[in-house]
Nanobody, 124 residues
Framework: QFQLVESGGGLVQPGGSLRLSCEASGFNLDRYRVGWFRQAPGKDREAVAY????????NYADSVKGRFTVSRDNAVGMVYLQMSSLKPEDTAVYYC?????????????????WGRGTQVTVSS
């Protein structure tokens, strides 16, 4: 069974940091491009960050540039999203997703595999 599993979410105060992790079960994640998405209640799923196969290219939504960093360690099959200077508007369920093709990273339908998400809540 192919699946992705996110971890690292939680409750953090504004200005704080969290690191999310994404790992694959049943397949080699190092063969896939990986995106991070988030979805807040009542809102559409939003692309947040993206990393290519060899960690040589990344992309970010304007709302998180300079605060979030995506990276991967293919030796252990993990992808990370380091989130800093968190704001209440970053509160959402965060998902990692994996795709084979070099299609538009912002489009959820371009991804073959998804995790179930991890909740991030930024509140004082």
């Amino acid at each position: 069974q192919f699946q992705l599993v996110e971890s690292g979410g939680g409750l953090v105060q504004p200005g704080g940091s969290l690191r999310l992790s994404c790992e694959a079960s049943g397949f080699n994640l190092d063969r896939y491009r990986v995106g991070w998405f988030r979805q807040a209640p009542g809102k559409d799923r939003e692309a947040v960050a993206y990393v290519t196969l060899l960690n040589d290219f990344t992309n970010y939504a304007d709302s998180v540039k300079g605060r979030f960093t995506v990276s991967r360690d293919n030796a252990v099959g993990m992808v990370y999203l380091q989130m800093s200077s968190l704001k209440p508007e970053d509160t959402a369920v965060y998902y990692c997703a994996a795709k084979i093709l070099t299609s538009d990273w912002r489009e959820p339908e371009n991804y073959e595999y998804w995790g179930r998400g991890t909740q991030v809540t930024v509140s004082s």
